[in-house]
Structure formats: C-alpha cells, structure tokens
C-alpha cells in the first residue's frame, strides 16, 4: 500500500501563484509515474499533468506554459508549479501514482485531494 499526501492548496487571486506538493510514503516511488488531476464540482476528473519515472512530462492544453510538474526521488516528492492562475483552474486537484510493467498498469494510487481556490 503507497500513501500520498498532498500539501500546497488555497485561496489564490487571478494572476497568482501556488506550488501542491506531493509526498509518497514508500521507496518505490523512483519507479512510478506521477500526475496531478483536478475535479470541479459536479464534473468528472480531469489530467492536468503528468512525468514519467524517466522525467518525461505531458500537460494538459488547458494549463501548457502555466503549469510545471517537477519531482524530487531522493524526497519521494512530486511537485505542481502552478502561475498566472484563473478562476477556471479552481477545482480539488489529486496526486496520483501509477506502477507499469511494460505497456500494463500494474498498481495505482490517489492522493486525498487539495483544495484549489482562485478567486478575487
């Protein structure tokens, strides 16, 4: 069993900034792949980003040059960088693990969620 927890979230103006960090609770982090996803009320869950255990990233469009996904192996840590925020980015934004052998997810685990609030 792998727990996440999550830390970062907030009260933000437009325009601001926040960093959601993310901690797991075993090792096996290093081999994981990460990802931050974020629900509003009465929508379903959506990917905001994601880095691979190799450090590869993807984001969504929805948040591409705003956003940065980072993560720290030696902490167990993944980060969310998040700038230039908007009221639509309000949402509870999820930590999120994945194993993989191979192409096959294996195992996966969520975070208990942080709240996100951009208003003015």
């Known amino acids: 069993q792998v727990q996440l927890v999550e830390s970062g979230g907030g009260l933000v103006q437009p325009g601001g900034s926040l960093r959601l960090s993310c901690v797991a609770s075993r090792s096996i982090f290093r081999a994981a792949d990460m990802g931050w996803y974020r629900q509003a009320p009465g929508t379903q869950r959506d990917l905001v980003a994601t880095?691979?255990?190799?450090?590869?990233?993807n984001y969504a469009n929805s948040v591409k040059g705003r956003f940065t996904i980072s993560r720290d192996n030696a902490k167990n840590t993944v980060h969310l960088q998040m700038n230039s925020l908007k009221p639509e980015d309000t949402a509870v934004y999820y930590c999120?693990?994945?194993?993989?052998?191979?192409?096959?997810?294996?195992?996966?685990?969520w975070g208990q969620g942080t709240q996100v609030t951009v208003s003015s």
């Open positions: 999120h693990l994945e194993l993989r052998s191979g192409q096959i997810v294996t195992s996966h685990y």
């Open positions: 880095i691979t255990s190799g450090g590869i990233t």
